[in-house]
């Protein structure tokens, strides 16, 4: 299997992730090109069996160049993808203390919704999506980052071997 990961990154915490994702599917002898958006063409994405697409969050959305990316990405109907994003840890709120519902989040964090929704319109496959935590608007990643995508690149072998 060869997977084809795609993500834009801008301050390094995606590229992180990225990074880690491809050092788990290695010790599974799965290999993974990791490519930042900013260096590939959408209308000419190489071929693989699984296309991974990860974005940072922007005013609860994925950032622009992310958007325009997926919109333009030339893939035929069925291909599977997975979606692996970096997005602000929920906060509690000032007043209460309360930490939001995940109904309450959804209604303006919508990173993977998009996302989704951008690929699905080509009819395009998921086969998974998860999302990686950081705790300033910069980063860090939260702690035991690497175990949430190690654990994320079990489920997506574990998936892809059925
Ligand atoms: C101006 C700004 C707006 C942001 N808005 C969101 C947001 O709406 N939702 C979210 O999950 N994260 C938001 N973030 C945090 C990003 O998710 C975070 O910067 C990103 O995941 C870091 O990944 P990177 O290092 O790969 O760029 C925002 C960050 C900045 C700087």
Excluded at 83 to 94: F, I, Q, S, V
Excluded at 131 to 153: H, I, N, R
Aim: glycine share 8%.
């Amino acid at each position: 299997m060869k997977i084809a990961y795609y993500h834009a990154s801008k301050f390094g915490n995606g590229a992180a992730v990225a990074a880690e994702f491809r050092t788990a599917m290695a010790a599974k002898g799965v290999a993974v090109d990791v490519h930042h958006i900013r260096e590939a063409d959408p209308t000419a994405l190489e071929p693989a069996d699984l296309y991974v697409f990860s974005s940072p969050g922007r005013m609860g959305r994925p950032l622009g160049r992310a958007r325009r990316f997926l919109k333009h990405a030339a893939l035929p109907a069925g291909t599977r993808y997975a979606l692996l994003t970096t997005e602000g840890a929920p906060r509690p709120d000032k007043n209460t203390g309360q930490m939001p519902t995940a109904e309450e989040t959804a209604r303006w964090q919508k990173v993977r919704p998009i996302m989704t929704e951008l690929l699905d319109a080509k009819s395009l496959t998921k086969v998974a999506e998860g999302c990686v935590y950081v705790t300033g608007m910069k980063g860090p990643l939260e702690d035991g980052w690497q175990a949430k995508v190690d654990s994320f690149a079990d489920s997506l072998a574990a998936s892809s071997a059925r």
